[in-house]
């Protein structure tokens, strides 16, 4: 008796998210339909020139700005953006310096000094214990 494996598919929200693109920016067809992990695989390893463009100038979701800014996804909704921004937007906030952007940029120094600070701790005592 043999087992036939089952294609194994997403919603179309799951692999937006999974190739960091707005759904809603998605071509209709894709945002209809099932993504397959060969499908999948294939946009990721030659990406269509739809997904190309989107993922050079948005509209970008959530964490693909904050990564951009440098910011976490918290620090966008504290900073008044809840709506995905294009990169000339993003480009723009980047001249422009508002005070929240300056103060959620030097949030997450503190935090990423911080994680490399325990990182760096717990490393050092899994070396004593060894």
């Known amino acids: 008796m043999t087992q036939?494996?089952?294609?194994?598919?997403?919603?179309?929200a799951t692999a937006a998210k999974k190739l960091g693109v707005y759904l809603d920016?998605?071509?209709a067809e894709f945002q209809e339909g099932v993504v397959s992990r060969a499908e999948?695989?294939?946009?990721?390893?030659?990406?269509?020139?739809?997904?190309?463009?989107l993922r050079r100038d948005g509209p970008h979701p959530r964490p693909v700005v904050a990564a951009?800014?440098?910011?976490?996804?918290?620090g966008l909704a504290r900073g008044g953006v809840t709506e995905p921004l294009t990169t000339e937007q993003?480009?723009?906030l980047k001249q422009e310096r508002p005070?929240?952007?300056?103060?959620?940029?030097?949030?997450?120094?503190?935090?990423?000094?911080?994680?490399a600070r325990?990182?760096?701790r717990d490393a050092e005592?899994?070396?004593?214990?060894?």
Not at 99 to 115: F, G, I, P
């Open 68 to 74: 951009k800014l440098g910011v976490s996804i918290s």
């Open 4 to 12: 036939h494996q089952s294609t194994q598919t997403m919603k179309p």
């Open 99 to 115: 005070e929240w952007l300056e103060r959620e940029r030097a949030t997450q120094a503190e935090v990423r000094k911080e994680t």
């Open 118 to 120: 325990l990182k760096k």
């Open 90 to 92: 993003i480009e723009a």
């Open 40 to 53: 999948l695989n294939a946009l990721q390893t030659d990406p269509p020139q739809w997904l190309r463009d």
């Open 125 to 130: 005592r899994a070396e004593q214990d060894d």
């Open 25 to 27: 920016a998605t071509p």
